[in-house]
């Protein structure tokens, strides 16, 4: 097809280069092929003029047919292509004229005129280089209208001399510009190539142009390039638009990022990307197109236009991710029903106030409701929750400012505050008591509320916080153990005293696991007779080093609850063993009276459970009593201890009330509680020899237990003047070390063989010896 391939050795091997190129070529071709058509039928016009010299000779009769016939084919085939677009018709067209000019020519060259030679040369370098055919036709056209030429040059009349150089002229000639066509050819395709080349490069740019466009249009996030002199939006995708743009408006051509950053914050941006070349998630506040002020993320690197400096930068807008942030922080620091600061948030404030260098001191207060629990129990969590945060905000506004309070959890704050010194502390603790025991509107519990408080001041006590908050903590136990309702600074003995507790309820633990807690019994006698009436279970601790110990000796261990129910654990079922033997050897004991420690009241199965282990043994309730004191029986315990008591007393276990007259509201707590035995303080009968307020007591408790029915024990008889003083006022039942001490189980069938324990004389014993 004439122009739609390449001339380049043979046809096309690439058929999307040919239809490519064909496309290319399309038009130009067609325009050759007429401009071609077009000379040939004016040309040989012409030389039909000139041929007219010669008239009336053989050369005029073949050089006027051919000369017609040429201009008449060249005529047809420009009419042939003259409108059309299709490239094989033009081909066509362009064939028929060669052959027809070709063989026209054969017959004028036989005339061998003076021009013959050079057009035999001619005609086939004009197909060669002139007519765009493809490649395989021109080297037919070629060659061919060269044989052509030679045999019409040759037909008439003898060879000339010169034949064997016309045919290798025209042999090179063929050669030559077959040559000339290939290398043509190949530069034609190397423009191709590099035109072809240049044009995809161009629509690869265009549409990675396109791409990075539509993604830049598309990015939700807003997008902008802004000029580093002026601020001026240089480029902004749609979400930057909707994000930085006035309402209403459709581009930022009217703003600037000063519109949107402030001053500082751009100078810190400027600088960062002039050292860094990039900005690297820059938080910032920002104005956006409807003048809210947000909080933004921007990333940005530096890119040059033209000699201007720009940046390209992304804004992420993280206002409600940091406002979700800010909230989840708040609800991890802050208590949800007081909205206090909890004790994450305390232990960071207690220690940026521990790191400030502070002329004064820096106190901790602990504040602990109490009876809050009764609170709960009685009048329902809803009320607890209430009065909760009704403390809370009469905390706050009882504080000075830069003071923190905290809800540390349960009924239990805590206040933060920077103060002169000691004095002001202490005055703080009772401004915060005061505040506490205001009347809570619209919470109806019974009286005031009340609290106890321990504090501790840094440096004095301690500067790191975890220390100055065992401190408050130790104060506020000693403070609750010294009744509640008030506050009490700490003191370095209160750590001794808490190191010795716990080292002696460690060491108490292990014997516990050992078997080393024992029972031991005291007597207690008929005043009368001098016979045992009963025996009195005290805990002894058989020491590996130090031998049987008295409970005195391990005091603090039995005032921690857990350890106090370890030890009488131990004990009861060591009297259980002990009277189950005494049982099966035949020997009567008496009653035996076991102490109750207060924190076993806290189990509402207690009672069940004792009597449990009772039955189980085979042992009768009549055969024990059990001992409480007065402090069991106040406020909250009372309420557990009473159900437990009466229970008890109805399966047949005396009840005993020891160290009577130590408490408060005695003769309350003998109308409310079933009680057998008032047992008077040994601190009452040391002193009933000097006739004074202690022997008036003591005359006034026989005389009351007397009128109610009631036995009465006389704790702690060392002289026979006692003996004779209480026997003689009514007292009928004693024990002390007049009589025996506590002895262990294997003394004790010995002991119950003697008929009387009084002494004929002074025992010559003086002084308290504790139990």
């Not at 050819?185 to 190397?190: A, E, T």
């Amino acid at each position: 097809m004439v122009g739609d391939k390449l001339k380049f050795g043979g046809e096309f091997r690439d058929s999307a280069i040919e239809q490519a190129f064909t496309v290319a070529r399309h038009e130009e071709t067609l325009r050759q092929c007429r401009l071609l058509f077009l000379l040939s039928a004016a040309l040989n016009t012409l030389f039909l003029l000139s041929d007219w010299r010669f008239a009336g000779t053989p050369h005029f009769f073949i050089a006027v047919p051919a000369r017609l016939s040429v201009v008449m084919f060249s005529l047809l085939c420009f009419l042939m292509v003259r409108r059309t677009t299709d490239l094989g018709r033009a081909l066509a067209a362009t064939l028929l004229w060669e052959a027809t000019t070709a063989v026209a020519v054969a017959f004028l060259v036989s005339s061998r005129s003076d021009l013959a030679l050079f057009v035999v040369l001619l005609l086939p370098s004009i197909f060669y280089l002139v007519a765009p055919t493809p490649f395989r036709f021109t080297l037919l056209m070629g060659i061919g209208t060269s044989v052509l030429m030679l045999a019409g040059y040759l037909g008439r009349g003898p060879y000339p001399s010169t034949l064997l150089g016309l045919v290798l002229v025209l042999a090179m000639l063929n050669f030559a510009l077959s040559l000339v066509v290939i290398h043509a050819n190949r530069l034609r395709r190397l423009e191709w190539l590099a035109t072809r080349s240049e044009r995809t490069a161009r629509e690869a740019l265009e549409a990675s142009q396109a791409l990075l466009e539509r993604v830049f249009m598309a990015v939700p996030i807003p997008l902008v390039v802004t000029a580093v002199a002026d601020g001026s939006y240089l480029r902004a995708n749609e979400a930057a638009v909707r994000y930085l743009a006035a309402p209403g408006a459709t581009g930022l051509a009217d703003r600037t990022i000063a519109d949107s950053i402030g001053i500082d914050d751009r100078r810190r941006a400027i600088a960062e990307l002039r050292d860094r070349g990039r900005i690297e998630a820059l938080e910032v506040p920002l104005r956006d197109g409807q003048g809210r002020m947000r909080e933004a993320v921007i990333t940005a690197a530096s890119v040059p236009i033209g000699q201007s400096q720009a940046f390209a930068a992304g804004i992420v807008d993280v206002t409600e991710r940091n406002a979700a942030a800010a909230q989840m922080r708040w609800q991890a620091t802050h208590d949800a029903l007081t909205g206090l600061p909890n004790r994450l948030l305390f232990q960071e404030r207690l220690s940026e106030a521990l790191g400030r260098d502070i002329p004064g001191v820096v106190a901790l207060f602990l504040i602990d409701l109490d009876d809050f629990k009764a609170v709960n129990d009685t009048l329902g969590h809803d009320v607890g929750d209430q009065l909760l945060v009704a403390v809370g905000d009469r905390l706050s506004a009882a504080l000075q400012p830069g003071d923190v309070v905290a809800r540390l959890g349960g009924d239990e704050f805590v206040v933060i505050a920077e103060l002169p010194d000691g004095f002001d502390a202490a005055a703080k603790a009772q401004r915060l008591l005061q505040a506490v025991r205001q009347p809570l509107a619209g919470v109806e519990i019974a009286g005031p509320m009340r609290a106890s408080i321990g504090f501790a001041l840094a440096p004095q006590h301690d500067d790191e916080a975890g220390e100055l908050l065992k401190d408050a903590d130790l104060a506020l136990y000693r403070a609750k153990a010294l009744g509640r309702n008030m506050a009490i600074v700490y003191d370095p003995a209160m750590r001794e005293a808490m190191n010795a507790r716990v080292e002696i309820c460690s060491a108490i633990c292990e014997a516990v696991t050992q078997g080393r807690i024992l029972p031991f019994y005291q007597p207690q006698i008929d005043l009368r007779s001098g016979a045992v009436d009963g025996l009195e279970v005290l805990a002894r601790w058989d020491h590996p080093d130090r031998g049987i110990v008295p409970a005195g000796s391990f005091l603090l261990a039995l005032q921690d609850p857990e350890t106090a129910r370890q030890i009488g654990e131990a004990v009861l079922t060591r009297v259980l063993a002990d009277r189950c033997r005494w049982r099966d050897e035949g020997l009567a004991v008496p009653r035996l009276w076991i102490n109750l420690a207060p924190g076993v009241f806290r189990d509402p199965l207690f009672a069940e459970g004792l009597l449990d282990r009772l039955r189980t043994a085979g042992l009768a309730a009549e055969q024990f009593g059990v001992e409480v004191t007065e402090n069991v029986l106040l406020t909250r315990k009372g309420d557990q201890a009473g159900p437990a008591l009466h229970r008890l007393r109805a399966a047949g276990i005396s009840v005993a009330l020891d160290d009577f007259g130590t408490g408060y509201a005695s003769l309350t707590h003998l109308r409310r509680f079933p009680v057998d035995v008032v047992k008077i303080d040994r601190s009452f009968v040391a002193r009933i020899g000097e006739q004074g307020e202690d022997a008036a007591i003591v005359r006034a408790v026989v005389a009351l237990t007397t009128e109610l029915g009631l036995d009465v024990v006389a704790e702690g008889i060392e002289a026979v003047s006692q003996q004779e003083f209480l026997d003689a006022h009514g007292c009928r039942y004693g024990q002390g070390y007049l009589y025996a001490p506590a002895i262990a189980a294997d003394d004790v069938p010995g002991l119950l063989a003697r008929k009387d324990l009084r002494p004929a004389i002074d025992a010559g014993q003086g002084g308290v010896v504790p139990a």
